[in-house]
C-alpha cells in the first residue's frame, strides 16, 4: 500500500474484492486517499473505476448479486461493519453524477431537499443553507432571482453545478464526482473543473474520469485502473510525466483506451 | 432494309431495357401502401362514427324526454319515483346513491391501490413483481357480476355483523366491493407511472442519504403524481359507471341519504331495472333512463376534463 502526499489519509480502502454476480468487478484494491485534495480515478470503461467510486458511499448495495470482501475506512470507521447507518453515510459522502439529475422540483426545493430530509424545517435556516451551497457551487450570482423556477429551466452545465449545490447541502465531508462533466460543453466543464479546485480545500473529492486529461489538469493525485487492478497510484504530476508501469504509459499516451 | 429494322429495333429494347433496369426502378408493389390508410381510416371512423351515433341517440331521447317533463323539476327534485303514482322526477336521488358508492369504492381502492404500487416499483424484489403484477392483473378480468355476489353473501354479512342497523342492501358492502374491484387499475396504472420515473432521481436522493420510503415518498409519488391522479379519476369514473355490484348489492331504493349502511339506488341499477322491466317503450317512464344515462355521460365527461386538467397543473416534468 502507497502513501501520498503531507496531507492525512481519510479513505482507506484494504484488499477490496467486489463481483457482481460471478463477475470479480474490483481486484485486491488497496489505496490510500488523502482528505482535502482531488484524486481522480482513471483508465478505460469497464476497469472498476466507478464501481470503486459507489462503494465509497454504498451506491453499489441497490445492484443485487453484489458482494464485497475487504474493507474500505473512512476516518477510521469500516463503512461496511453491520452497525453503520447508510444514510448517515451518505450524508457524509454526497455524490454527482455523469447525468445532471435535479428533481422535479423548483431550483429552492433542490438544494433544500437533503437539509428536509435529516430534519431541518426552519425556514431562515434553509434560506441560509440554500444561499451558502449555491454560493458554493458558483450559481448563487446566476440563479437567485429565479429560486423559484424549476430547476430544468437551468442549462445542463448549471444543472450539474446545481446537483453540486445540493450536495453540498448536507454539509458532506467527501464528494464523488461519477464522470460529473461528460454530458457537458467544453465551458461548462471547464465551470466544474474551477469549483472542484476551489471545493477541495473544504473537501476531499474523488472524482472518476474518462478523460485524462481532465485528471492532469484538475487532480493532485491520480488512480489508474486496469481491469477492475490498481495498475498505478501517484502524485498526477508524476504518474503523467513519469509512469513507472509500462501499460500506464500506453494509457496516458493514447496508445489504447 | 430488315438489318436496319432490326437494328432500331434493338436499341429501343435496349433503351427500354435501361429504363426498367435504372437503379430507382419501382420494385414492390404500392397497391397496400394506397389500400392501408384508407382501411386504416375506416376503423378509426368506424369507432367515432358509434360515439357520435350513441350520443346522438342520447341527446335526442334526453330532448323528447324534457319535453314532457320540466328540466328544473328534474335538476332540481329531491324525489324520484317515476314509475310510481304520485310521479316525481327529481335526479338527486340517484346521484347521491351513485356518489356514496363512489365515494367509499375510491377510500378503499386509492389507499390500498396506491400502496401496493408504492410496494411493487420500489420494494418488491423483481421475482415478487413479476408474480403479483399479473395476478392482479387478473383481478381486473373476474366478471362484475361475480363481485356482486362476492358483495351480498360475504362484504354484507361481515358489515351487518360490525353494524346491527345495515340493511340486507346497503352502499357500504356493494361499495366497498366496487372498491376492491378497481385496486387493481389503480394499482397497476400507478405502478407504470412510478416505474417510469428515472433511476437518476432515484439515485439522486439515495446520494442525499433517503431511506427508501422517503425516496418513495417524496420523489418518486411527486414524480409520477400526474400518472396517480389519472389512475385515481379513472377509476372514480369506473366505480360510477359500474353497475352489476350496485344492482345486486346496493339495493332498488332511490334515497337521498348519505348514510351507507341504507339501500340506496345508483343510477346506473336504475337504468338496469327500466330496461328490465315492462315499462312500455316511448313512454316517459321508458325516457327516464336516457336522462338518467345523459346525466352520467356529463358527469363523467367532466371528470375526465377535470382529471386532465388535474394532471397538467401537477406534473413534475423529468
Given at each position: 500500500m502507497q502513501t501520498l502526499t503531507k496531507n492525512q489519509t481519510l479513505i482507506e480502502i484494504n484488499q477490496l474484492n467486489l463481483f457482481y454476480g460471478a463477475f470479480h468487478?474490483?481486484?485486491?484494491v488497496s489505496l490510500r486517499i488523502p482528505e482535502k485534495a482531488i484524486t481522480a480515478f482513471i483508465g478505460p470503461s469497464g476497469c472498476g473505476k466507478s464501481t470503486l467510486l459507489r462503494t465509497l458511499n454504498r451506491m453499489n448495495d441497490m445492484i443485487p448479486g453484489t458482494r464485497i470482501e475487504g474493507g474500505i475506512a473512512i476516518s477510521g470507521t469500516d463503512i461496511y461493519s453491520g452497525d453503520v447507518d447508510v444514510e448517515t453515510l451518505r450524508k457524509k459522502v454526497g455524490m454527482v453524477f455523469q447525468q445532471p439529475n435535479p428533481f422535479p422540483k423548483s431550483i429552492y426545493d433542490n438544494i433544500a431537499y437533503g437539509p428536509r430530509l435529516h430534519g431541518i424545517h426552519d425556514r431562515k435556516k434553509l434560506d441560509e443553507i440554500v444561499e451558502t451551497s449555491l454560493r458554493s457551487a458558483v450559481l448563487w450570482e446566476e440563479v437567485k432571482d429565479y429560486l423559484k423556477r424549476s430547476a430544468f429551466s437551468l442549462s445542463g452545465g448549471q444543472q450539474q453545478r446545481l446537483c453540486i449545490a445540493r450536495a453540498l447541502a448536507v454539509n458532506p465531508d467527501i464528494l464523488l464526482m461519477d464522470e460529473a462533466t461528460s454530458a457537458l460543453d467544453p465551458i461548462s466543464t471547464l465551470k466544474i473543473e474551477e469549483l472542484a479546485q476551489e471545493l477541495k480545500d473544504r473537501y476531499t473529492i474523488v472524482m472518476v474520469t474518462h478523460n485524462m486529461h481532465q485528471a492532469a489538469r484538475v487532480s493532485n493525485q491520480t488512480v489508474f485502473f486496469l481491469n477492475g487492478e490498481v495498475v498505478e497510484y501517484d502524485e498526477t504530476e508524476k504518474l503523467f510525466s513519469n509512469p513507472t508501469d509500462q501499460r500506464t504509459e500506453d494509457y496516458i499516451s493514447g496508445r489504447f483506451g | 432494309m430488315p438489318n436496319e429494322a432490326l437494328s432500331t429495333n434493338s436499341s429501343k429494347q435496349l433503351v427500354d431495357a435501361a429504363k426498367r433496369n435504372h437503379a430507382f426502378r419501382n420494385e414492390k408493389s404500392h397497391l397496400m401502401d394506397k389500400i392501408m390508410p384508407v382501411a386504416l381510416f375506416l376503423c378509426a371512423a368506424l369507432s367515432i362514427a358509434t360515439t357520435i351515433g350513441i350520443v346522438a341517440t342520447l341527446i335526442g331521447e334526453t330532448y323528447h324526454f324534457f319535453e314532457q317533463v320540466p328540466f328544473v323539476d328534474f335538476i332540481t327534485g329531491t324525489k324520484w319515483s317515476p314509475l310510481i303514482e304520485p310521479k316525481s322526477f327529481g335526479i338527486w336521488p340517484l346521484i347521491c346513491g351513485t356518489l356514496l358508492i363512489t365515494v367509499i369504492a375510491c377510500l378503499v381502492a386509492v389507499p390500498l391501490g396506491l400502496a401496493s404500487a408504492i410496494y411493487l416499483s420500489e420494494y418488491a424484489p423483481k421475482k415478487v413483481r413479476n408474480i403479483v403484477k399479473p395476478i392482479l392483473e387478473i383481478l381486473a378480468g373476474v366478471p362484475t357480476i361475480v363481485y356482486g355476489y362476492f358483495a351480498l353473501s360475504f362484504i354484507t354479512p361481515m358489515v351487518r355483523g360490525i353494524f346491527?342497523?345495515?340493511?340486507?342492501?346497503?352502499?357500504l358492502s356493494a361499495g366497498i366491493v366496487v372498491g376492491i374491484m378497481i385496486i387493481p387499475m389503480v394499482c397497476s396504472l400507478s405502478e407504470d407511472a412510478m416505474t417510469a420515473v428515472p433511476r437518476s432521481l432515484r439515485d439522486g436522493a439515495y446520494a442525499l442519504g433517503a431511506t427508501r420510503f422517503e425516496v418513495a415518498l417524496k420523489i418518486v409519488v411527486p414524480a409520477a403524481f400526474s400518472g396517480i391522479v389519472a389512475s385515481a379519476v379513472l377509476a372514480f369514473s369506473r366505480a360510477i359507471g359500474e353497475t352489476m355490484i350496485v344492482t345486486v348489492a346496493a339495493g332498488s331504493t332511490p334515497k337521498l341519504t348519505a348514510n351507507p349502511l341504507e339501500s340506496i339506488q345508483t343510477m346506473t341499477a336504475y337504468i338496469v331495472q327500466v330496461s328490465l322491466g315492462d315499462t312500455p317503450h316511448g313512454s316517459v317512464e321508458y325516457g327516464t333512463i336516457f336522462a338518467v344515462g345523459m346525466t352520467l355521460f356529463v358527469i363523467t365527461f367532466l371528470l375526465n376534463i377535470l382529471a386532465q386538467y388535474v394532471a397538467r397543473r401537477f406534473r413534475e416534468e423529468y
Open positions: 468487478a474490483l481486484k485486491n | 346491527a342497523d345495515a340493511g340486507v342492501f346497503n352502499a
